[in-house]
Each structure stands twice: as C-alpha cells, then as structure tokens.
C-alpha cells in the first residue's frame, strides 16, 4: 500500500498541462484518474457455506484503476471521447457472497492480473437553441466552454450508463464517494452492463432549464455477467427512461430523477428451474429469448445549507427472470448524508454515513433457498433476510484537490439475505488521484 501511495504523490505533484482552469471553449480535454481501494474483513461466523459464499476466514484484497479520459471538439456541436483504462487486482472472496458488495472498483472478471482494455469510446452530437447559457468548466470527458440551457443531443458508441443516468449528488462515484455497489446507482436496476460495467448503444437527451429527459437503447451480453455482446439485437436489447426535474428548497439547490427500464434477451426463469429440478435448480438451463426484466428507480439528493446534503433512493424489479448485469437485488431502499469540513476547518474534507435495505423478490428467494446460484450469490441454502448495509467514510483532501485519503467502515447484516451468516465487518482505505 504504501507503493501504491509514493505513485500517487508522484502523479499528483506532476504540473498538469492538460487541465485547464479557465472556461474559455477548449477544443481538446485530457485526464487522468487511479484510484486504489484496500479492504480487511475479520473473520466471522456462518452454520453454512456455499460455492458463491462470502468467506468466513479473515481477509485483505487490494483493487486499481487507472483512466485516461480523452475529448475532442470535431465541428459545430460535435464531440468524441476516447478512454483507455487498466483495471487489477480483486474483490473480497473474488467478488462473492454480497448482494450489496462493499468495493465498487471491482469487477467480476475472474482474474486479479491488470488488463487494458478500451472502457468508452463514442461520439456525441448537441443540437443547441436559446439565450440561456450555463458555463461548464473541464473536467473528465467535459470539455469547457459555455452550453445552452435548451439543447437535444444523441450519443452513440461504448459507455457507461452511470455516464448519464441515475446520477446522484452524493451517492453515485465509489472513485470519490461512498463505495458500495448499493449506493453507486439503483440497485434493483439491472443497468445494461458488461462484466466491466460498459456497454453499446444509443442515448438521446433533451435539456431545458429545469429538467432532462433521457433515453437509451442498448446492447446485451449473451450470458450473465460476461463480455460477449448478442448479435441478435432485435430480441436482446435494453431500454431506459429517465426524467430529472432540478429545482430549489428555501434557496438550496435539490434534484429528483425517476428512471425505468426494460431489458430484453436469453434469460433464465426462477420458477421454471425449480419446476425443472425441485432440489437442485441451475436457472442456466432455462435460458430463452423472449424473457423480460423491468422495473424502476426514484433518486433524489437536496442540500440543506452549502456543507450538507442530504439524498434517498429506492428502486424495484420483478425479478422473475435471473439477474444479468449488476448485482442480485430486486428491491432497495438507500439514504444518507454528506458533510463538508468547514464548521472543523477542513472545508475541502468530506464525512458520509449512508444505510441500505437490499431485498429479493419470491421467485429469487425461492430459488436460492432450493440450492440455486446466482452469478453473485447463493450459499447452497438460504434462511432468508433483508441484507442490510451501514457505511461511513471520511475523505481527506491530501494534496492540492489532486490526492484524496478515505478510510471507510461497512457494517453488513445477513450477507446474501441469510440469517446464518454475518454479520460482517469491512474496513477499506483508498486513495484517489485527479487531475
């Protein structure tokens, strides 16, 4: 760890060439982003363990990620970004057995040996009317200049969902904010991902002064949890739906997004693999097009004074057929809140404290208690609860906003949803360079 440290107080003193402070229009954006994660589970007591449990010994497992985010104006209103990343290292007990997993730098990718790999790559055209203008200063994949209040634009190529939907003050970055995958989006939305959490398509966005509205048609993988994208479109797709209404609360600023989803593709149903096998259900085998996930999300955050915020969250899917892209939660609840530094004079530092209700539907339950796995989750049985999930961070601005330190607690009851197991304690520090 202390390594991996040195190399971030080397980067962060490097004069950055490429930020630019001023918001004149730039033709050109370039940053850069790593971020370390470190995390130690004591161990803990469980009457089972299955083949996709947390372990119960006592653990430690680093993750990295580091991002170079290119942008480019091309002409009149059009924009492409190009983002070559490296990920490595591991999640606890190789990203298994939580529902609500505590590290959202990793993926389930079955290696901890750094790879390469291009996680966004795509074009953007804005349409702009109107006098009203908003200055955007740069940032990663944000090129500074001024942008009309009133604008339509369509992006297409390889992102991230995160990218545009579900966005959230205070509970949406596990780079600089709380990190558990519960508090990164919805968690009962299903959100268009590879094992990576990218993706294809298409996302469309009309703007006006006080609201947005998104649209995204996008690509699915031809299994649970992998990187091959099905070719089939017309029968494995996903759409999503977002509505954000900004507005203002006794002279603070406040946001509220209601977002919805359908995803289409070969997926596996709960009930028919119960029906098939009663004693040991693979919901693998039950895989056929034609199968459906929906469901919804409703996301706010408000400030109450210039140094703290406050949001909630709460999302639903009909969990019916198996979880495909992001985690195995049909139903949660999350809220929190953030404080700024200032009252102790460390105005640049930041103090979270969140809590998460994380559920299944019956069909889910069902099948997991019938001995079943998930891509995630499944401890050969299952003594059904709400998982259940307190997080706590302080973030320290180390060096010139361009170095952050954050130690973080988790406290995680019914890991999984099963009363057998748990409760578990994760301590985490990571550190996070910009610039």
């Known amino acids: 760890m202390k390594k991996y440290l040195l190399y971030l107080l080397i980067i962060a003193g490097i004069n950055s060439a490429f930020a630019q402070d001023t918001v004149k229009k730039e033709r050109f954006s370039f940053h850069f982003q790593q971020t370390i994660i470190t995390q130690y589970k004591p161990g803990f007591s469980a009457s089972y363990t299955g083949l996709n449990s947390l372990s119960t010994k006592e653990e430690t497992q680093s993750s990295i990620t580091s991002t170079f985010f290119g942008a480019a104006r091309l002409w009149k209103g059009a924009e492409a970004y190009f983002n070559p990343e490296i990920s490595g290292g591991a999640g606890l007990s190789k990203t298994l057995g939580i529902a609500g997993f505590p590290n959202g730098e990793t993926f389930r990718v079955g290696s901890a040996e750094p790879k390469i790999y291009i996680a966004r790559l795509y074009f953007k055209q804005n349409f702009e009317w109107g006098a009203e203008k908003d200055t955007i200063q740069s940032d990663a ?13 369509i992006a297409a190529g390889k992102f991230g969902m995160a990218d545009f939907f579900d966005g959230n003050q205070f509970s949406h970055d596990p780079r600089s904010q709380f990190m558990n995958w519960a508090l990164m989006d919805n968690g009962a939305w299903d959100y268009p ?3 990576r959490g990218y993706t294809m398509g298409i996302v469309t966005e009309l703007g006006q002064p006080t609201w947005t509205l998104r649209f995204a048609l996008t690509m699915v993988v031809t299994q649970a949890n992998s990187s091959i994208w099905d070719g089939k479109v017309g029968k494995a797709n996903t759409q999503t739906l977002e509505y954000e209404k900004r507005y203002t609360l006794n002279g603070q600023k406040g946001t509220l997004r209601v977002l919805g989803f359908r995803n289409n593709g070969k997926f596996g149903d709960y009930n028919l693999s119960i029906a098939q096998n009663p004693t040991a259900p693979n919901v693998d085998t039950t895989q056929a097009y034609g199968r459906h996930k929906y469901g919804f999300g409703i996301s706010a955050d408000q400030y109450l004074s210039k140094d703290f915020g406050v949001f909630a969250k709460a999302s639903y899917n009909d969990g019916h057929t198996q979880t495909w892209f992001f985690t195995e939660i049909d139903r949660t609840v999350s809220f929190g809140g953030v404080l700024k530094g200032t009252s102790w004079k460390r105005a640049d530092d930041e103090v979270g404290l969140a809590f998460i209700g994380n559920g299944l539907s019956a069909p889910h339950k069902n099948y997991l ?3 079943g796995y998930g891509f995630l989750i499944g401890d050969g049985k299952l003594n059904y609860a709400p998982e259940m999930i307190a997080e706590l961070y302080y973030k320290v601005n180390a060096y010139q906003h361009k170095l952050f330190l954050t130690p973080d607690y988790q406290f995680i009851v019914n ?7 748990g409760p578990v304690n994760v301590f985490s520090i990571r550190a996070h360079v910009e610039f």
């Open 141 to 153: 994949n944000v090129l500074a200049g001024l942008k009309s209040k009133r604008y339509f634009s």
């Open 193 to 195: 991902a590879n094992t």
């Open 369 to 371: 208690a019938a001995g």
């Open 415 to 421: 890991p999984a949803y099963n009363k057998d197991r």
